[in-house]
């Protein structure tokens, strides 16, 4: 994906911090369009199909926790999460509601076009997969097949609608079953993190991982093991 191809919608309701952002990121080439309130954001976003959104935690009347949580209801489009509020619960809160990152304020206009360009990098592929052209895209377990071609992970059969990041970790692990990964591995090679990064972030999209895949199947869930005190693997039942 060309920056000249990407669409973005920031959404804050300071005009000041939207101008900013948008100064920045149009110097990369990306196409911006924004936002001032919640109402708006959530109209455009489910409207209109964006690379991403940059999306104010704090705005008077429907707040980014309450868009983010709409939008996930229907689509996948990553979500950056701006949030002056720097506690840990806020951040998990922000997590929980789908969010794929977050950038606490004041921040660095240049950190937000680092963030932005990794989300996107993510999000349009999956980097740990292209280091062989010939590597399997299809990878099938008992209750759960990941289609990587069509970028499609089912249950039963069925559908499940996960976020670009939920859709890594869950790629990332299947990839080695039964090996396990530290939470800082997974930081570092799903979320691409090398020097920051909340290790509640992994806890957080294990959790919501696991949930949308139990409303199919509970068994497809229970592959996710936790290792206290270290973090998680993809364990695939062996026949009896």
């Not at 992994?202 to 206290?228: F, G």
């Amino acid at each position: 994906m060309s920056s000249q191809e990407t669409r973005l919608l920031v959404v804050d309701d300071e005009e000041r911090i939207r101008r900013l952002l948008r100064m920045y990121l149009e110097k990369e080439g990306y196409t911006i369009e924004d936002a001032e309130n919640g109402e708006s954001a959530l109209e455009k976003a489910l409207k209109f199909d964006y690379d991403a959104v940059i999306l104010d935690l704090m705005m008077p009347g429907m707040d980014g926790m309450e868009v983010c949580e709409e939008i996930r209801k229907q689509k996948g489009t990553p979500v950056i999460m701006l949030t002056a509020k720097g506690e840990e619960v806020n951040r998990v809160q922000g997590f929980e509601a789908g969010a794929d990152d977050y950038i606490v304020k004041p921040f660095s206009p240049r950190e937000v076009v680092l963030r932005v360009k990794a989300l996107l990098r993510r999000s349009s592929s999956t980097k740990f997969l292209h280091t062989d052209t010939k590597e399997k895209q299809l990878y099938e377990f008992p209750y759960l097949t990941i289609d990587d071609e069509a970028h499609r992970v089912t249950v039963q059969g069925e559908h499940v609608g996960l976020t670009p990041k939920e859709y890594e970790l869950l790629l990332y692990m299947a990839q080695a079953p039964d090996k396990v990964f530290a939470r800082e591995q997974l930081l570092k090679d799903v979320w691409n993190y090398e020097f920051f990064g909340d290790l509640r972030t992994v806890d957080t999209h294990v959790k919501r991982l696991r949930e949308k895949l139990s409303q199919i199947e509970p068994k497809a869930a229970d592959m996710i093991k936790t290792v206290w005190g270290v973090g998680y693997k993809f364990e695939v039942e062996t026949a009896s």
